[in-house]
Protein backbone atom coordinates (compact mmCIF):
# COMPACT_ATOMS: atom_id res chain seq x y z
CA UNK A 1 0.00 0.00 0.00
CA UNK A 2 1.38 3.12 -0.59
CA UNK A 3 2.39 6.08 1.92
CA UNK A 4 -0.74 8.34 0.15
CA UNK A 5 -2.72 5.86 0.56
CA UNK A 6 -1.86 4.97 4.01
CA UNK A 7 -2.69 8.52 4.88
CA UNK A 8 -5.74 8.32 3.19
CA UNK A 9 -7.58 5.81 5.03
CA UNK A 10 -5.70 6.98 8.49
CA UNK A 11 -7.26 10.16 7.87
CA UNK A 12 -10.82 8.73 6.70
CA UNK A 13 -10.71 6.33 9.83
CA UNK A 14 -10.42 9.33 11.95
CA UNK A 15 -12.71 11.76 10.87
CA UNK A 16 -15.39 8.65 11.22
CA UNK A 17 -14.33 8.51 14.61
CA UNK A 18 -15.93 11.89 14.92
CA UNK A 19 -18.86 11.34 13.02
CA UNK A 20 -19.72 7.73 15.04
CA UNK A 21 -20.10 10.46 17.99
CA UNK A 22 -23.82 10.57 16.95
CA UNK A 23 -24.16 6.72 17.59
CA UNK A 24 -23.68 5.73 21.68
CA UNK A 25 -23.14 2.14 20.47
CA UNK A 26 -20.47 2.61 18.21
CA UNK A 27 -17.35 3.83 20.21
CA UNK A 28 -15.57 6.16 18.14
CA UNK A 29 -12.57 5.69 19.69
CA UNK A 30 -12.11 2.78 17.92
CA UNK A 31 -11.73 3.94 14.35
CA UNK A 32 -8.50 6.22 15.68
CA UNK A 33 -7.20 2.76 16.91
CA UNK A 34 -7.97 1.41 13.09
CA UNK A 35 -6.51 4.25 12.08
CA UNK A 36 -3.54 3.69 14.11
CA UNK A 37 -3.29 -0.14 12.91
CA UNK A 38 -3.56 0.57 9.46
CA UNK A 39 -0.36 3.17 10.40
CA UNK A 40 1.78 0.53 11.94
CA UNK A 41 0.94 -2.34 9.73
CA UNK A 42 1.59 -0.21 6.67
CA UNK A 43 4.39 2.34 7.74
CA UNK A 44 5.46 1.48 10.87
CA UNK A 45 5.05 0.78 14.34
CA UNK A 46 8.26 1.63 15.48
CA UNK A 47 7.23 5.09 16.66
CA UNK A 48 5.21 3.90 19.09
CA UNK A 49 6.71 2.60 22.54
CA UNK A 50 5.01 2.22 26.24
CA UNK A 51 4.61 5.61 26.77
CA UNK A 52 2.61 6.35 23.40
CA UNK A 53 0.09 3.43 24.17
CA UNK A 54 -0.13 4.27 28.00
CA UNK A 55 -0.68 7.81 26.97
CA UNK A 56 -3.88 6.17 24.03
CA UNK A 57 -5.17 3.85 27.01
CA UNK A 58 -5.26 6.72 29.38
CA UNK A 59 -7.28 8.89 26.90
CA UNK A 60 -9.68 5.57 26.42
CA UNK A 61 -10.27 5.24 29.60
CA UNK A 62 -11.57 8.89 29.89
CA UNK A 63 -13.32 8.51 27.38
CA UNK A 64 -15.53 5.76 28.87
CA UNK A 65 -15.52 7.55 31.81
CA UNK A 66 -16.95 11.11 30.15
CA UNK A 67 -20.40 10.52 29.13
CA UNK A 68 -20.62 8.56 33.26
CA UNK A 69 -18.91 11.70 34.87
CA UNK A 70 -20.97 14.61 32.75
CA UNK A 71 -24.23 13.22 33.37
CA UNK A 72 -23.52 12.22 36.84
CA UNK A 73 -22.99 16.30 37.43
CA UNK A 74 -25.79 17.76 35.36
CA UNK A 75 -28.05 15.20 36.96
CA UNK A 76 -27.02 16.16 40.65
CA UNK A 77 -26.62 19.79 39.63
CA UNK A 78 -30.41 19.27 38.40
CA UNK A 79 -31.69 17.78 41.52
CA UNK A 80 -31.82 14.38 39.39
CA UNK A 81 -31.79 11.28 41.50
CA UNK A 82 -30.01 7.80 41.22
CA UNK A 83 -33.25 6.62 39.09
CA UNK A 84 -33.02 9.58 37.03
CA UNK A 85 -29.45 8.74 36.15
CA UNK A 86 -29.90 5.34 35.64
CA UNK A 87 -33.36 6.01 33.39
CA UNK A 88 -31.14 8.57 31.10
CA UNK A 89 -28.26 5.81 30.90
CA UNK A 90 -30.90 3.51 29.44
CA UNK A 91 -32.29 6.00 27.17
CA UNK A 92 -29.16 6.57 25.80
CA UNK A 93 -28.94 3.47 25.54
CA UNK A 94 -32.41 2.48 23.92
CA UNK A 95 -33.57 5.76 22.42
CA UNK A 96 -31.69 5.67 19.27
CA UNK A 97 -33.26 2.10 18.46
CA UNK A 98 -36.96 3.05 19.29
CA UNK A 99 -37.12 6.73 17.84
CA UNK A 100 -34.36 7.12 15.08
CA UNK A 101 -32.57 10.03 14.54
CA UNK A 102 -33.98 12.03 17.82
CA UNK A 103 -33.38 9.06 19.64
CA UNK A 104 -30.17 10.15 20.78
CA UNK A 105 -31.57 13.56 22.41
CA UNK A 106 -34.83 12.47 23.39
CA UNK A 107 -34.26 8.86 25.14
CA UNK A 108 -31.97 10.14 27.48
CA UNK A 109 -34.49 12.98 28.37
CA UNK A 110 -37.40 10.84 28.65
CA UNK A 111 -35.62 8.08 30.64
CA UNK A 112 -34.64 10.52 33.27
CA UNK A 113 -37.76 12.61 33.07
CA UNK A 114 -40.01 9.28 33.74
CA UNK A 115 -37.41 8.00 36.58
CA UNK A 116 -38.06 11.24 38.52
CA UNK A 117 -41.75 12.12 37.12
CA UNK A 118 -43.38 7.78 37.84
CA UNK A 119 -40.78 6.69 40.36
CA UNK A 120 -40.11 9.43 42.65
CA UNK A 121 -43.57 11.03 42.09
CA UNK A 122 -41.32 14.89 41.28
CA UNK A 123 -44.30 17.45 40.11
CA UNK A 124 -44.25 17.50 36.55
CA UNK A 125 -41.66 20.75 36.02
CA UNK A 126 -38.93 19.80 38.68
CA UNK A 127 -39.07 16.17 36.68
CA UNK A 128 -38.84 18.42 33.31
CA UNK A 129 -35.34 20.32 34.73
CA UNK A 130 -33.91 17.02 35.84
CA UNK A 131 -34.66 15.20 32.24
CA UNK A 132 -32.96 18.37 30.23
CA UNK A 133 -30.18 18.85 32.61
CA UNK A 134 -29.38 15.27 30.45
CA UNK A 135 -29.24 16.71 27.54
CA UNK A 136 -26.83 19.52 28.95
CA UNK A 137 -24.91 16.41 30.36
CA UNK A 138 -25.24 14.76 26.89
CA UNK A 139 -23.62 17.85 24.87
CA UNK A 140 -21.32 18.62 27.44
CA UNK A 141 -20.11 14.97 27.32
CA UNK A 142 -19.83 14.99 23.20
CA UNK A 143 -17.97 18.24 23.66
CA UNK A 144 -15.39 16.29 25.85
CA UNK A 145 -15.22 13.23 23.25
CA UNK A 146 -14.33 15.28 20.65
CA UNK A 147 -11.48 17.32 23.06
CA UNK A 148 -10.41 13.74 24.05
CA UNK A 149 -10.30 12.26 20.38
CA UNK A 150 -8.64 15.21 19.15
CA UNK A 151 -5.85 15.17 21.62
CA UNK A 152 -5.30 11.27 20.64
CA UNK A 153 -4.86 12.20 16.85
CA UNK A 154 -2.97 15.35 18.09
CA UNK A 155 -0.69 12.74 19.92
CA UNK A 156 -0.31 10.49 17.72
CA UNK A 157 0.89 13.41 14.84
CA UNK A 158 2.88 14.30 16.97
CA UNK A 159 4.57 11.17 17.59
CA UNK A 160 5.10 10.31 14.31
CA UNK A 161 6.19 13.69 13.07
CA UNK A 162 9.07 13.98 16.17
CA UNK A 163 9.75 10.40 16.43
Known amino acids: MSVVLTWLLVTFLFAFSFYALKFPWLPGFLFIYAGLAVYGFT ?25 IITNAYALKHHGGSQAAFRGSILGMIF ?53 IQALMI ?7 IWN
Do not use: C, H, Q, Y
Not at 43 to 67: C, H, K, Q, R, Y
Open 95 to 147: GPFLIPFAGLFIGPFLGAFLAEFLFNKRPFKPAIRIGLGTLIALFGSIALKII
Open 43 to 67: ISFDPFGWLFWAIMISFTVLLFFSE
Open 154 to 160: ITFLGWV
